[in-house]
Every structure is written in structure tokens, then in C-alpha cells.
């Protein structure tokens, strides 16, 4: 073991059966509680209703806690390759703060994905929270950074907020640009209906103990 974050790298041993039944299983409890995320801020309920809705939450968080598991979620796979980092804070499929749903990747590299953001996600009045699209722009960049075969840390992420990201419908994309030594660069943006938003240039560098480990590290596939 060369670095202690590799203990959070585990073979569960799940079979593909299983981590379908999972996905089945928990997902839409993640997409319930999203929506409760965004019914907090928007209800206009009297207080008796809002009592009466936590004592059903307060039930529901009675069964949950039944059986659950402490710290993070990690990074898990299985014999088959199969990849899950279902708690990450950018696209976890359990994570209902999570807002990017799935990416999708181009033949020449460029990696996309398309959301829209609700208003739980607002910084200025009405738009996108500028923290919220570093969020996004990390995730999109260093998948482009792995995608292409240079998984790495976020050394550097440098933003240029060129004019105000609204909430909706929104494109984020990235594509290496290139490559030197343990060092990726990844430029991206953000874009809306009427053009970029929000541009990015990312170094992602690679630690030592994660080159030595190339091979391995080349073995695992993409999240789900
Ligand atoms: C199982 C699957 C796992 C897959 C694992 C995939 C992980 C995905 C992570 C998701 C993205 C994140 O959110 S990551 C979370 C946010 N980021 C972090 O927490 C990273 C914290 N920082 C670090 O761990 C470290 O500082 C590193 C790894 C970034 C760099 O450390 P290092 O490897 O010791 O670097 P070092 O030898 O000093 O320098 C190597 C080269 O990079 C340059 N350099 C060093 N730091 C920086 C920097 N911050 N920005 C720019 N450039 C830098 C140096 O000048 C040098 O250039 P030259 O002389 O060679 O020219």
C-alpha cells in the first residue's frame, strides 16, 4: 500500500446481478430525496403540514438507519471491472446532491454530459452558484483527463467565470490538450443555450505511487 486513499479503492466482490439489484434498489431512493432537497426550499405548506411531513421523514429515517454503513462510500468494483464511485459529491448515483447523472464521451475524446440545474444549486439570484460550476468543470475535466489514460489529481483548477451561468438546461464539456511527464492538461467549459458561461483549464498530475501502479490503474473501467 503506497498511499492510504488506495485503501478506499476495494473489490466488493459483488456480482453483476447484485450491483443491478443495487442500482435498482437505491437509485430511486437517491432521486426521491433529491426531489425532497428541492421540495424543502419550494414548499409553501402551513407549519401544521410541515410537522405532520417530518414526523413521515422522521420514519422514514427510522427504517433507514437500520442498517447502514459509516464514512465514505469509496471507490468499489468487482471481478468483472465494473466501477462504482456512487457517493462522489459531482455525479455518485447514491449522492442526491450530486447533479450530473452520467457522461458521455466523443471518439476524439471530448467528454460531455448535460444537466440541468434546479434551484438548490443558485449562488447570484437566479443562477448558477460559482462553487457549483467548479464542481462540475472538476468532474467533467479530470473524467477527460482519465478517459484519455492520464487519471491524476486536481493539481490546478483555473476558472474564468466570462458571463453569469443561469439555472436550467446546461452543457459541460472537456477535452485533453495535453500531456507532460505526470501532468495533464484539460481545458472545458460551460455552456447554456446562448454560448460558454464558464471556462476552464485543469492540470491533472498523476502521484508517484500512481504511475508505478499504471497497469492496474489502466485496468479499471469506467464508472456506471
Ligand atoms: C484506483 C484508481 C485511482 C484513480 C484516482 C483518480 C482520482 C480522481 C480525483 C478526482 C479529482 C479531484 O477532485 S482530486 C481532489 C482535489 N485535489 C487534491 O486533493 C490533490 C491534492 N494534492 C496532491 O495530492 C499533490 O499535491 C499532487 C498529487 C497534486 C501533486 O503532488 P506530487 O505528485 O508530489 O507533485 P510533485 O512531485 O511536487 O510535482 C510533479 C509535477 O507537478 C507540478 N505540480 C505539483 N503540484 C502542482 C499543482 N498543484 N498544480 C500544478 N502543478 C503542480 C510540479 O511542478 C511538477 O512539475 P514538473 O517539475 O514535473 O514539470
Not at 96 to 101: D, E, F, K, L, S
Amino acid at each position: 500500500m503506497t498511499d492510504s486513499i488506495l485503501e478506499l479503492y476495494v473489490n466488493d466482490g459483488l456480482s453483476d446481478e447484485e450491483i443491478d439489484q443495487q442500482r435498482a434498489t437505491y437509485g430511486p431512493l437517491t432521486g426521491d430525496v433529491r426531489e425532497l432537497i428541492q421540495l424543502a426550499l419550494q414548499t409553501r405548506v402551513d407549519a401544521d403540514d410541515v410537522a405532520r411531513a417530518r414526523e413521515h421523514l422522521a420514519a422514514a429515517r427510522e427504517i433507514l438507519e437500520r442498517d447502514r454503513e459509516d464514512g465514505p462510500y469509496g471507490t468499489r468494483f468487482n471481478d468483472s471491472g465494473r466501477f462504482r464511485n456512487w457517493g462522489n459529491a459531482a455525479i455518485g448515483l447514491r449522492n442526491a446532491i450530486a447533479p450530473i447523472g452520467g457522461i458521455h464521451e466523443d471518439d476524439d475524446g471530448r467528454v460531455w454530459t448535460d444537466i440541468h440545474l434546479g434551484p438548490v444549486y443558485e449562488g447570484p439570484a437566479g443562477h448558477v452558484h460559482g462553487g457549483v460550476s467548479a464542481l462540475l468543470l472538476d468532474q467533467i475535466l479530470g473524467d477527460a483527463a482519465r478517459i484519455s489514460g492520464y487519471p491524476g489529481m486536481t493539481g490546478t483548477l483555473a476558472i474564468r467565470y466570462r458571463k453569469r451561468t443561469p439555472l436550467g438546461a446546461l452543457r459541460v464539456e472537456a477535452k485533453l490538450d495535453r500531456v507532460e511527464g505526470r501532468k495533464a492538461f484539460v481545458v472545458g467549459h460551460i455552456a447554456d443555450s446562448e454560448g460558454i458561461c464558464v471556462e476552464a483549464e485543469g492540470i491533472f498530475i498523476a502521484p508517484v505511487w500512481m504511475v508505478q501502479q499504471r497497469d492496474s490503474f489502466a485496468e479499471i473501467p469506467r464508472p456506471e
